[in-house]
């Protein structure tokens, strides 16, 4: 039976925008895309926080589906900030005439699977109900809001933002007393920013993060010329490549090198700057815990020859973690900015944690700190989150939300067993933010695409994974988690930013990337769709 559309895609991010693009100009379908925003972007619509940009290099950040677009836009930055890359995406949406089939302002608010028809009937908060044939997930994994449920925030007198969800308008922090809550990747990039405002800003650190500069700036005109005319090259690199990147482990251990060879190597990373330090770093530093406490040591001498005052720099040196296993902030005068007069730095450990929010400002460690303004750069329900949000009921009315109460469990990172025809981009238990996106995304995008094409020209019309291969992938997926020391780490990627959450690994971490990750959804599909049934 027809459905009022082939296709319901959510969200108009970078995922939701190629879905569209894919299923209505490739494959010929009636496809409707719901954002709850008010134009496209996601993340680069939502972000507005000063400083926020992106830490992948633009050249590799954008998509690669549209060629002679690659060669037309021009960055102007290394790392573009959120108006650049949300005027791309803008750009993007009017060369392919995405915003005629997309539904702004609306959000999603259910779906459930009707047994009989086949069809996924899609509800809206604005009262909308229609019927859909396959049902597509682009909801983003770092979108829904993480909101600490701070004691007294209702009380508070002055104004409070988190970093997702900024003002379109901007905030004036200028002579303002503002506090900034959180150090993660977004505060790593605001606080700079603020500080320079701000007459007094003030840093609550619950875990100190390892950071590594950015050195964001002008690209060489040479470089941008050389890259573009190599662009496929590049394309077909990356999308190889473990993490989305040109960055590849050095082959060999950190531990079997000599101290200076190994200084050498890691100064050309830290000069380089970017993602280099992390992913292209020696290839035990993952695994072996003596391996990486030679390369976290270098980064701890960083910090004390950057900050001041050692009393500061040792509340700023990350402890109890293995570097690496957190996502990994780039900076640019992040730990310049505590030998500044106006900048404070209030850590959980040492000054205690914060109590609770009080009308003037923020009780910590049993000390009240006053503010104008306070910024919750406090992260998100990352991966699960969105989807959990959707309320969504596959057969039997059973919910996602219940099939997922102990973690997720996915087949490929793509579908879920009873969830027939629904498909979740760079959803967990796929590489997504363990990669640079974009490669993630239209991997995703063009892999769904072929297999929705595939059932029309097969004739087939449900598709759902087996119970035995989603047992497979979600005992493959910890397998190989449990080999490194990511799961040692109290991490968003572990599940572990938010009280409550079942502890679980979220993406899919190799062992070979999003390279080898490919390499296994085409020989998926090339066995007709090995682990799925299709009926
Ligand atoms: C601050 C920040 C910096 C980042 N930097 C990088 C980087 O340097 N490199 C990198 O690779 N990745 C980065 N990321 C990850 C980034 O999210 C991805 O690169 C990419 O933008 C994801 O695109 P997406 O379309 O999958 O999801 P999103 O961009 O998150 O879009 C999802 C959209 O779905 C909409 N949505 C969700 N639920 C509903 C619903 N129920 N109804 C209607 N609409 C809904 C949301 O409003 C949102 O617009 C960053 C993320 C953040 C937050």
């Keep these: 039976m027809a459905g009022d559309f082939d296709a319901v895609v959510i969200g108009a991010g970078f995922s939701g925008m190629y879905m569209l693009k894919s299923l209505r100009d490739r494959l010929g379908l009636k496809v409707r895309v719901y954002e709850a925003g008010d134009s496209v972007g996601g993340t680069w619509y939502w972000n507005r926080y000063p400083g926020a940009r992106c830490d992948s290099d633009a050249y590799i950040y954008c998509f690669t589906f549209d060629k002679q677009l690659l060669q037309e836009w021009e960055w102007t930055e290394r790392y573009p900030t959120q108006p650049e890359i949300l005027r791309y995406l803008e750009h993007v949406a009017k060369r392919h005439d995405l915003k005629r089939d997309i539904q702004f302002s609306t959000k999603v608010t259910g779906a459930e699977f009707n047994e009989d028809t086949n069809l996924w009937t899609v509800r809206t908060d604005k009262g909308e109900r229609v019927t859909a044939h396959h049902l597509i997930a682009a909801v983003g994994t770092l979108s829904t809001t993480n909101m600490p449920g701070f004691k007294g925030l209702d009380k508070f007198k002055g104004k409070w933002y988190h970093t997702s969800r900024f003002p379109k308008e901007g905030v004036d922090f200028t002579a303002k007393r503002v506090a900034v809550v959180g150090t993660g990747a977004t505060a790593v990039q605001a606080i700079p920013e603020i500080a320079q405002q701000a007459k007094q800003l003030t840093v609550f650190q619950r875990t100190a993060n390892y950071c590594v500069p950015a050195r964001n700036g002008k690209v060489d005109p040479e470089l941008v010329k050389a890259r573009k005319a190599d662009y496929d090259n590049i394309v077909q690199r990356i999308r190889e490549s473990f993490f989305g990147q040109e960055h590849y482990f050095i082959p060999k251990s950190a531990l079997e090198v000599s101290k200076e060879e190994r200084e050498r190597e890691l100064d050309k990373r830290w000069d380089a700057g970017g993602f280099a330090f992390w992913l292209a770093n020696y290839q035990d ?251």
Excluded at 296 to 319: F, G, M, N, Q
Excluded at 375 to 400: C, E, I, W, Y
Excluded at 450 to 477: F, N, S
């Design 285 to 535: 530093m993952f695994f072996s815990k003596e391996a990486n406490d030679v390369i976290a040591d270098y980064l701890k001498r960083k910090i004390r020859v950057t900050v001041k005052d050692p009393k500061v720099a040792e509340k700023l040196i990350p402890k109890g973690y293995y570097y690496g296993t957190k996502r990994q902030p780039l900076d640019t005068n992040y730990f310049e900015t505590f030998n500044k007069d106006n900048v404070l730095l209030v850590d959980a450990k040492a000054d205690g944690p914060i109590e609770e929010i009080t009308e003037k400002g923020i009780r910590a460690g049993g000390k009240e700190y006053e503010f104008d303004i306070i910024v919750f750069a406090t992260g998100f329900d990352a991966l699960t989150g969105p989807l959990k949000a959707l309320n969504l009921k596959g057969r039997r009315a059973v919910s996602l939300d219940k099939e997922w109460a102990e973690g997720p469990r996915t087949y490929l990172g793509i579908q879920v067993v009873g969830f027939p025809n629904f498909f979740t981009l760079t959803g967990p238990q796929s590489p997504s933010v363990l990669t640079n996106m974009p490669v993630a995304i239209e991997q995703h995008v063009e892999w769904v695409s072929d297999l929705i094409d595939y059932m029309r020209k097969t004739g087939k019309t449900v598709i759902e994974p087996t119970p035995e291969a989603q047992d497979q992938w979600v005992a493959h997926v910890n397998e190989v988690v449990n080999t490194t020391l990511m799961t040692s780490a109290n991490s968003w990627y572990m599940s572990a930013n938010i009280p409550g959450k079942p502890r679980a690994f979220l993406p899919y971490l190799g062992p070979e990337g999003v390279g080898g990750y490919r390499k296994k959804c085409d020989e998926v599909a090339a066995h007709g769709y090995e682990g799925f049934a299709l009926v």
